[in-house]
């Protein structure tokens, strides 16, 4: 059963969304349970975890960012899509990873295609890549076929950097060097992915930027990679593209 929550302090936005919502997942026979808080302080005294929170980021008492701060600490799983009627957040929210951003404003065109994301998310969760491997770093983490290639979540990937006739792999417990495939090969089967060419030796998946600056990008973990200054707009673009769905 998918756990959902809307936590807003419009309560009759918040019924709008929760009958939008409900009639999405119902016509794609997914079992779900809604929650609706009126403030963030009432997710974070409880101890429930959740599946996906439509969260306000203006509330009074406790802001959107600060309950998305407590809910990825207790849950990294929980998949956090903001919803405001302020664009100017868009930046500053990345730092709590959303999986997306909805203006109420836009609504009508923004939801569908976010909650069409968000099922496909959760129906390719699990969604596996193969590689041959050539030298690795903990890579034994990873389940292994029997000719000894590595194979790994999608989701899991961070970013992928071309090295040569190889690639260079960074998943979140692992990095390892495959070979049998380019860094163009592999933009164009993960492109529908979430993952973004940020220059001609890096792929990212979107999930880990953190934030996107003049001369390079910043993943959460810290780590940053250069970005060609021609393709700024370019990347924030197909970003914004996919924190909006």
Not at 13 to 33: C, I, Q, T
Request: charged fraction near 30%; proline fraction near 2%.
């Amino acid at each position: 059963m998918l756990k959902l929550v809307i936590c807003d302090d419009d309560s009759t936005f918040a019924e709008k969304l929760k009958e939008k919502v409900s009639d999405f997942f119902s016509k794609n026979s997914v079992v779900f349970r809604f929650n609706i808080f009126s403030d963030g302080s009432e997710i974070i005294r409880g101890n429930e975890k959740f599946d996906v929170v439509f969260l306000d980021i203006d509330m009074p008492e406790i802001t959107g960012m600060e309950t998305a701060d407590f809910l990825n600490k207790r849950n990294s799983q929980t998949k956090i899509i903001f919803v405001t009627s302020h664009d100017s957040y868009v930046y500053e929210s990345i730092e709590y990873q959303p999986f997306a951003y909805l203006r109420k404003s836009k609504l009508k065109d923004e939801l569908n295609p976010t909650l069409n994301r968000l099922l496909q998310y959760i129906n390719t969760d699990n969604q596996l890549i193969t590689f041959n491997i050539k030298t690795a770093d903990n890579a034994l983490q990873h389940e292994r076929t029997k000719t000894g290639e590595i194979i790994c979540r999608i989701n899991d990937i961070i970013y992928i950097e071309g090295a040569s006739h190889n690639v260079n792999v960074n998943t979140i417990d692992a990095k390892f060097e495959a070979y049998g495939t380019t860094l163009n090969e592999l933009e164009q089967e993960l492109s529908e992915m979430g993952f973004i060419r940020i220059q001609k030796s890096f792929i990212v998946n979107y999930r880990y930027i953190y934030s996107i600056n003049t001369d390079d990008i910043t993943l959460d973990d810290k780590t940053h990679l250069p970005i060609s200054r021609k393709k700024i707009a370019e990347v924030q673009k197909k970003f914004q593209k996919w924190m909006r769905g």
